[in-house]
């Protein structure tokens, strides 16, 4: 991403953010555009955290220059604030409030009245599906629900960037859908999303474009399906072995039929165009995994590429 770019929201070069002798974020560049939904992906300890909280001024800049809404986070850190909407990793909701009072007082730190507020904060509720919550207590709310009252409170402000650190860890998969699912309809109402998280199945979901973080810096960028096209192939054969079963060289077995190998503690991986005839072929040649899985290739198996190293570790 070379050049300048005037029109971007968030627009990012040679950033480094620095804890004494630890470098957290390595000298990254990067541009974020109006009404786009901008993931950086990566394991934990990348650098992404670190990043997010530089955008969002509450951790500064070490060199390299960030502007966030053509603004410089170190002198219009409060007015860069007053425009963001912020979801970090852990809720900080007040437990002691009820659901509708958690958004109502939040509002009060931006400076609307209260008029105002009790009527966001009522269509706020119906847009996260907890209205028929609204008069109860966070405390026992579950943790999905808990999600979507951090997500409905951010947006209090009417930002024009919401950022979400991490916005589904800890779910089950229902709650996580049902996160994602207010975080499209966002994304079409034209809200400009920045998130990190290491799913690889939440980045493809709800991001138009992203950056693979690794030691802080950027190890690749572009939208999903390029970076699948670019580092990876159509599909992935997924074999699993019994115990002493697995070959220790499987330049015999796959040689012609794929790629790549990824040979991983508990399964191994064959990169492929046509996971079906790979595996006929390998049957053919007489080796018989306890299970075979023909799936398509993922972000996860860009990040391999990319590093040697799974995403979850």
């Not at 950086?40 to 070490?62: D, E, H, Q, W, Y």
């Not at 026992?140 to 024009?160: C, F, H, Q, W, Y």
């Not at 693979?212 to 599909?235: C, H």
């Not at 074999?239 to 790629?259: A, H, I, K």
Request: a negative charge.
């Amino acid at each position: 991403m070379a050049g300048e770019d005037g029109n971007a929201l968030i627009h990012a070069r040679g950033l480094v953010k620095r804890f004494d002798e630890l470098v957290a974020v390595d000298g990254i560049d990067f541009d974020l555009q109006r009404g786009e939904a901008f993931g950086f992906l990566g394991p934990n300890g990348a650098g992404k955290t670190s990043t997010m909280r530089m955008i969002g001024c509450v951790s500064p800049v070490t060199t390299g220059t960030l502007r966030v809404l053509g603004l410089d986070p170190k002198r219009d850190g409060v007015e860069i604030r007053g425009r963001l909407g912020v979801v970090p990793q852990e809720d900080s909701l007040d437990m002691e409030l009820t659901v509708r009072e958690n958004i109502i007082v939040y509002g009060r730190y931006f400076g609307l009245p209260r008029s105002v507020l009790r009527k966001r904060a009522d269509e706020l509720l119906e847009f996260v599906e907890l209205t028929d919550r609204a008069k109860d207590r966070v405390e026992p709310l579950s943790g999905g629900m808990k999600r979507r009252l951090t997500i409905a409170r951010s947006l209090v402000n009417e930002p024009d960037v919401l950022l979400l650190d991490e916005p589904t860890t800890g779910l089950d998969p229902q709650a996580r859908h049902v996160v994602w699912d207010r975080l499209y309809r966002l994304k079409r109402q034209g809200v400009t999303l920045v998130l990190t998280t290491h799913y690889m199945d939440e980045a493809e979901q709800l991001c138009d474009r992203l950056v693979v973080m690794d030691k802080g810096k950027i190890a690749a960028e572009g939208s999903p399906r390029e970076l699948i096209e670019r580092y990876s192939t159509r599909e992935v054969l997924e074999l699993r072995f019994d115990d002493g079963s697995r070959p220790d060289d499987f330049s015999y077995w796959t040689n012609g039929l794929v790629s790549r190998v990824e040979p991983l503690p508990d399964r191994v991986l064959l990169y492929t165009d046509d996971g079906d005839a790979a595996a006929h072929g390998l049957h053919e040649r007489g080796l018989v995994p306890e299970s075979v899985l023909v799936r398509r290739s993922t972000l996860e198996d860009v990040f391999l590429h990319l590093t040697g190293r799974s995403l979850i570790e």
